[in-house]
């Protein structure tokens, strides 16, 4: 089972960006779908975004919230996936996970087989 490890976040300013690192190790990184999810206190697990194993036609949320402001992109050689997060608002505020699976329906975070500790994103007004 492959471990994750999240990066970069931080407390920042509305309207600043971020960009989220997950590095996987012990397994093959290619052989994985991976997603980003986020959850804020009190709330649900939330689907952000995945990206299939070659990188193309990732998912992201249905919602508003996100699309258009968050990138997810890999980069298979370094077994690294990010989240680009741009113009970043007060309701961004959770702690964000990354997740891979072998085989899974990206928006549900059941599906996954492996979790990051997460990463905690504040922004501040």
């Known amino acids: 089972q492959v471990q994750l490890v999240e990066s970069g976040g931080g407390l920042v300013q509305v309207g600043d960006s971020l960009r989220l690192s997950c590095v996987a190790s012990?397994?093959?990184?290619?052989?994985?779908?991976m997603g980003w999810f986020r959850q804020a206190p009190g709330k649900e697990r939330e689907f952000i975004a995945a990206i299939s194993w070659s990188g193309g036609m990732p998912d992201y949320a249905d919602s508003d919230s996100v699309k258009g402001r968050f990138t997810i992109s890999r980069d298979n050689g370094k077994n690294t996936v990010y989240l680009q997060m741009n113009a970043l608002n007060p309701d961004d505020t959770a702690v964000y996970y990354c997740a891979a699976c072998s085989i899974c329906t990206p928006f549900n975070p059941a599906e996954y087989d492996s979790w990051g500790q997460g990463t905690q994103v504040t922004v501040s007004s």
């Open positions: 012990g397994g093959r990184f290619s052989d994985y779908e």
